[in-house]
């Protein structure tokens, strides 16, 4: 049987808010890895995060680098410019809060 004109739209409307939620995501994310860079976080930077910055989170300065270099990448798939391949469903699941 088809779908309704109500199932239709309630489908579009959580592919917009789907949508959304990514378009906001990757432009946080393109914001935050500016100031990771402008504020000398990376591992060559003025101030680096260290693993003893981050004992409290559970994460070592390499997961919140491989979390930042994502953010970068987000933006790169948003820009249409060539994406880096990576384990990037392992680096997600390193640096999650919700689970």
Do not use: C, H
């Amino acid at each position: 049987m088809p779908a309704s004109q109500t199932e239709k739209e309630k489908y579009a409307a959580a592919v917009q808010a789907l949508v959304t939620q990514v378009a906001l995501a990757i432009m946080n994310g393109q914001d935050t890895t500016r100031v990771f860079f402008d504020r000398g976080f990376n591992g060559t930077g003025a101030d680096p995060i260290t693993d003893a910055d981050l004992v409290n989170l559970g994460i070592t300065a390499v997961n919140l680098a491989d979390g930042v270099n994502m953010l970068q990448q987000l933006v790169a798939f948003r820009d249409n410019f060539a994406v880096l391949q990576s384990t990037w469903g392992v680096i997600m699941n390193k640096l999650r809060t919700d689970l």
